[in-house]
T-cell receptor, first 112, second 113 residues
C-alpha cells in the first residue's frame, strides 16, 4: 500500500496551460523531493524541501515552482506548460531514519 | 558531470542464473549507496543499501558489494527470476537520510525464462 500519493498519474495538456502536480505522504517525513526523468535517462532532482516553508532548487534547472505549507503536501506547479516540459515527474520523501526515499508512482506529463 | 554511472543500459540473463549489475561513482564524498528497482509507469522502489563502512550487504537473493578504492559497487541477484525484469538504478549520497540522492541512468534487466 502506497504511503506517498501522486495525482494525476497521466496528464495531457495544451501549451500555455497552468498545471499543478499533487504529491502527498502519510509517513510524517520531513524531507520531500521532486525528480524529473526522461526515458532512458537518470532521475534529475528539480526541487526539494527539508520541512514546512523550506524549498530549494535542485541540480537540474526547472521552470516549475513548489510549495510546502504542510508537512504532508508538496505540490509542483508549472505556470505555462510547454512541450519541453513533457516528462515523468516523481515525488519522494524521506527522514533521517530512512533507507533512502519512498517514491510515489509518478505523473507522466505530455504537453502538446 | 555525471557522478554516478551505470555503463550498461541493458542486460539479459537466463532465469536461475546470477544477474550482476554494475555502478561506478566519481565523488569520493559519497558515503551511502542504494539500489532501486523500477517497473514501467511506477515509481522506483528501494531494494538494498550499503554504507561505506561495509563492503557487502545481503538481503535474500540480493547482495550489494562496495569497492571504495575503485569507487565501484555491484548488485548481485541470485537466482534470477522473471519478476526481476525491471530497470535498476544505482544511487549515492554523502550520508544516510540527510542529503539528496544522485542517481545513475539505470540498467534494464531482462530475465529470460
Amino acid at each position: 500500500e502506497a504511503d506517498i500519493y501522486q495525482t494525476p498519474r497521466y496528464l495531457v495538456i495544451g501549451t500555455g496551460k497552468k498545471i499543478t502536480l499533487e504529491c502527498s505522504q502519510t509517513m510524517g517525513h520531513d524531507k520531500m523531493y521532486w525528480y524529473q526523468q526522461d526515458p532512458g535517462m537518470e532521475l534529475h532532482l528539480i526541487h526539494y524541501s527539508y520541512g514546512v516553508n523550506s524549498t530549494e532548487k535542485g541540480d537540474l534547472s526547472s521552470e516549475s515552482t513548489v510549495s510546502r505549507i504542510r508537512t504532508e503536501h508538496f505540490p509542483l506547479t508549472l505556470e505555462s506548460a510547454r512541450p519541453s516540459h513533457t516528462s515523468q515527474y516523481l515525488c519522494a520523501s524521506s527522514d533521517s531514519d530512512s533507507y533512502g526515499y519512498t517514491f510515489g508512482s509518478g505523473t507522466r506529463l505530455t504537453v502538446v | 558531470d555525471q557522478q554516478v554511472k551505470q555503463n550498461s543500459p541493458s542486460l539479459s540473463v537466463q532465469e536461475g542464473r546470477i544477474s550482476i549489475l554494475n555502478c561506478d561513482y566519481t565523488n569520493s564524498m559519497f558515503d551511502y549507496f542504494l539500489w532501486y528497482k523500477k517497473y514501467p509507469a511506477e515509481g522506483p522502489t528501494f531494494l538494498i543499501s550499503i554504507s561505506s563502512i561495509k563492503d557487502k550487504n545481503e538481503d535474500g537473493r540480493f547482495t550489494v558489494f562496495l569497492n571504495k578504492s575503485a569507487k565501484h559497487l555491484s548488485l548481485h541477484i541470485v537466482p534470477s527470476q522473471p519478476g526481476d525484469s525491471a530497470v535498476y538504478f544505482c544511487a549515492a549520497s554523502v550520508s544516510r537520510g540527510n542529503e539528496k540522492l544522485t542517481f545513475g541512468t539505470g540498467t534494464r534487466l531482462t530475465i529470460i525464462p
